[in-house]
């Protein structure tokens, strides 16, 4: 178990040249192999100078009723696992805010191709569609910021009722959270700390049979905390 919570589960290594894109992707390390693949498909992608400069730190923090409920001890994360899932979350921000920044123009614009998506209001619409397609980029990109919290609030909904995270969600709230721009608003913020707080709940609930299911659990509550800033939940 402990050599589950030291791996840095995101890092991409070498990228297999027969790498099944048709596949949906069974981790986060996966995803972001699916991010690099399709940025290496784009014609001619600009890089974007001072593109640092341009990642704003999130800055609201809201007080929870709430916070994280504690980890089994043999399910916690290491510090340095937490660190490599912020390196490794930082680098996929910063690859897509370079394509994005590219696709601004309108020659960009029209490598992305249009799909016809759910209304932003339809939950069930968005919870079918999230379980029959990928969470691709273009398709990410496709969405506009208040799209993206709301189909992330209707997935922390659903998890919250289901008391899992199935492998289709993990792969659309990774990709949301990606792609999710900052700072947050006090509605998302709250969103988010629903989603650690009930990867938590559903963490302190499993046994050791399982166990090998925590690292997603782990990775969601390391993103809201460290990352997206919300102290108070986070491992230690």
Request: net charge negative.
């Amino acid at each position: 178990m402990g050599d589950i919570l030291r791996e840095p589960a995101l890092f991409v290594g070498e990228i297999d040249a027969e790498f099944d894109l048709m596949l949906p992707p069974s981790s986060g390390e996966e995803y972001i192999k699916r991010v690099v693949i399709e940025a290496q498909q784009c014609d001619d992608v600009v890089v974007a100078e001072n593109i640092k400069a341009r990642i704003r730190t999130p800055m609201v923090a809201v007080k929870p009723l709430a916070g994280c409920v504690e980890a089994p001890a043999s399910m916690v994360p290491t510090l340095d696992w937490q660190q490599c899932q912020l390196a490794d979350f930082s680098s996929v921000r910063l690859e897509i805010d370079r394509i994005k920044h590219d696709l601004q123009n309108a020659e960009g614009r029209r490598r992305l191709r249009q799909t016809v998506l759910p209304d932003a209001d339809d939950q069930v619409g968005w919870l079918e569609y999230i379980c029959d397609m990928r969470p691709l980029l273009g398709l990410v990109l496709n969405m506009n910021q208040p799209l993206i919290e709301q189909v992330l609030e209707h997935l922390v909904e659903a998890v919250e009722e289901k008391g899992l995270i199935s492998q289709p969600y993990g792969g659309w709230i990774y990709a949301l959270l990606a792609t999710l721009e900052l700072p947050l608003n006090p509605d998302t913020c709250s969103c988010l700390r629903s989603l650690a707080r009930t990867c938590s709940i559903i963490r302190a609930s499993m046994t050791e049979e399982n166990a090998k299911d925590v690292t997603a659990l782990n990775l969601f509550i390391c993103l809201v905390a460290r990352y997206f800033r919300q102290m108070d939940l986070v491992d230690l």
